[in-house]
């Protein structure tokens, strides 16, 4: 089972994927970008501000390519529960806000050139959070954590939760921690 932490920055999905180490001892904790010199890329892209948003996407592509075949794929064979902090929604949400006004209808570009080699989660918690808590609560360090840029992404977030409900499970980014982490472990539980 592949079950992915997804949100803006800033809300709460890391802090969350550590409680869940201790109950879910035995899964294969990972995440996007990956550690490999593909991450690596797309990490240095991520602070220059005036990256081409279409080579970052595709970055992001090669990173999760990678991901799959070295990480998930092998784990999901060998009967493995998987759980990634990011993955392929936040290629859609982010990305296809980096390329909004440059390609029309990016967030269906995207999905179109993912849809014949990716493998979509069984679940998804959606850290749900404003835009502008998001930005505070990273810092606003980088480009994709601007109040404005996150605004994009969150409304692109909930066009792909329209277009998936049946593998959401929305969680309230602004409750307390380990009242975020209880809903977490009941609803892996429950798709288990």
Not at 159 to 164: A, Y
Request: hydrophobic share 35%.
């Amino acid at each position: 089972m592949l079950v992915t932490l997804e949100g803006i920055d800033g809300s709460g999905k890391t802090t969350t994927i550590s409680s869940l180490q201790e109950v879910y001892p035995n899964a294969v904790y990972t995440l996007e970008p990956t550690d490999s010199w593909y991450g690596d890329a797309v990490r240095n892209s991520i602070n220059v501000n005036n990256a081409d948003p279409l080579a970052e996407l595709f970055l992001y592509m090669a990173d999760h390519a990678y991901h799959l075949q070295t990480t998930v794929i092998p784990a999901l064979d060998d009967g493995k529960l998987v759980i990634s902090d990011r993955y392929i929604d936040s290629r859609y949400a982010y990305q296809s806000a980096s390329l909004d006004g440059i390609i029309e209808d990016p967030l269906s570009y995207i999905e179109k050139i993912h849809q014949p080699w990716t493998i979509l989660p069984d679940l998804t918690l959606y850290f749900d959070i404003p835009p502008e808590l998001g930005a505070q609560r990273s810092g606003s360090t980088n480009k994709f954590e601007q109040t404005s840029f996150l605004e994009k992404v969150h409304e692109n977030y909930e066009k792909i939760i329209s277009k998936h409900p049946h593998r959401f499970i929305r969680i309230d980014a602004t409750l307390p921690p380990k009242d975020m982490t209880q809903i977490a472990i009941k609803s892996i539980a429950n798709s288990l």
